[in-house]
């Protein structure tokens, strides 16, 4: 019993070095995925967006005969998203929304991740048909999430930024 009271009590820096490696490997497990977590609840919002859109294409089509590549203004559908302030960082959505053709506050509607209006380039309006797009690099990868709405409310990721 006495050389157990003469030895210093603590730990010694090897079993310190091994619980820091423990909690280093469990970090790099949890936070990759967390982020895809984060980045999944970010593209809900494009689901609610994208069939919100719809409806008001849909709203529009029943009382003019066609769709209309006015999401918002003069000739338009009546949509924009909730608390629009005019584009860019101080949005409090993410994704950018509409086709590439037309104008900001119109034809499309910038969200705080910024991605530009040219990225809805396969996005379009005609009488009969419409495809409206979604994009928005949702996590932080330089690479774009891109979803689509159309016509039969089809909604289809175009381009996966979560699953690479």
Not at 75 to 98: C, D, H, L, R, S
Not at 131 to 158: T, Y
Request: hydrophobic fraction near 45%; charge should be negative; aromatic fraction near 12%.
């Amino acid at each position: 019993m006495k050389k157990y009271m003469d030895r210093a009590l603590g730990f010694t820096l090897i079993e310190l070095m091994m619980v820091i490696a423990i909690l280093a490997l469990l970090a790099m497990i949890a936070v990759p995925t967390g982020m895809r977590f984060l980045a999944k609840s970010k593209r809900a919002e494009a689901y609610v967006n994208l069939h919100s859109i719809y409806a008001a294409q849909k709203a529009y089509f029943a009382e003019h005969g066609k769709y209309s590549d006015v999401l918002n203004g003069s000739g338009g559908v009546g949509w924009q998203p909730e608390g629009y302030a005019g584009g860019g960082a101080n949005e409090k959505f993410y994704y950018t929304y509409g086709i590439s053709s037309g104008h900001e506050g119109q034809n499309y509607f910038t969200g705080k991740l910024g991605a530009q209006a040219t990225f809805l380039g396969q996005g379009f309006v005609s009488d009969k048909e419409f495809l409206i797009l979604a994009a928005a690099d949702i996590d932080g990868d330089g690479r774009l999430d891109i979803l689509s709405v159309d016509h039969n409310n089809n909604i289809v990721v175009v381009q996966d930024d979560i699953e690479q």
